[in-house]
């Protein structure tokens, strides 16, 4: 392996025991919906998402088996273009930058993969109503299992609800109605993708950073 990717590989594998570890503790003390308050504006508030990032929902089962699939086929590219830049001679920020994304894309694939093989209870598809359905109580890390590969839900639980009130009747569409920001819910691997965007982005800034030659000169 590229010894420039060393670094890279190290910070994802940390960032994903992270991820999977704040996960697995939510997951095994919380009930869907139950909150732990740390201060007034951020909260652990345990969510289950079958979607997207930020709680995004689509297509019911299909749609969950078509995310997920997706998500493992972004992982492999992503594998794929971070040692393709080493080969290049990119730079460790960039390379970094990169492992942020990796990092979330695996803590969120990890849940959809075996999540649904791991715990005993997890948000299952009604097909009559079109919707998740909840589950009462808190579930157990067990082997049970409640859906199969690829129909695990991600857990989300980072909550920022820095202001709630109600919006001034004068302001279009909303005038009037209670409003929270933040209001999406999240977890860490979320994060990380966000990060390595924003990193990788403030790298094509300045494109002399993609190169390790001028980033050590």
Not at 60 to 81: C, D, E, H
Request: glycine residues 10%.
């Amino acid at each position: 392996m590229n010894r420039s990717l060393s670094l890279p590989f190290i910070l994802c594998i940390i960032l994903v025991f992270i991820d999977q570890g704040l996960k697995i503790w939510v997951k095994s003390n919380f009930a869907l919906g139950e909150s732990l308050e740390i201060t007034p504006w951020f909260k652990i508030h345990f969510t289950e998402n079958p979607g997207m990032a930020f709680g995004i929902e689509w297509g019911g089962v299909i749609g969950k088996y078509i995310l997920s699939s997706f998500r493992i086929f972004a992982i492999l590219g992503i594998v794929w273009y971070m040692f393709r830049l080493a080969k290049g001679g990119a730079s460790k920020f960039v390379l970094i930058s990169m492992s942020f994304v990796l990092a979330g894309a695996l803590g969120n694939v990890i849940d959809s993969l075996l999540y649904g093989l791991i715990y005993n209870k997890g948000l299952v598809y009604n097909n009559m109503y079109s919707q998740w359905v909840m589950y009462p109580g808190i579930a157990k890390l067990n082997f049970e299992g409640y859906a199969p590969v690829l129909l695990g839900n991600v857990v989300d639980m980072l909550y920022f609800p820095f202001w709630k009130g109600v919006l001034p009747e004068w302001l279009p569409f909303w005038g009037g109605e209670y409003f929270i920001f933040f209001r999406p819910i999240f977890n860490i691997a979320d994060s990380c993708v966000f990060i390595g965007v924003i990193l990788l982005y403030l790298s094509s800034r300045k494109p002399e950073s993609w190169s390790s030659h001028n980033s050590t000169s």
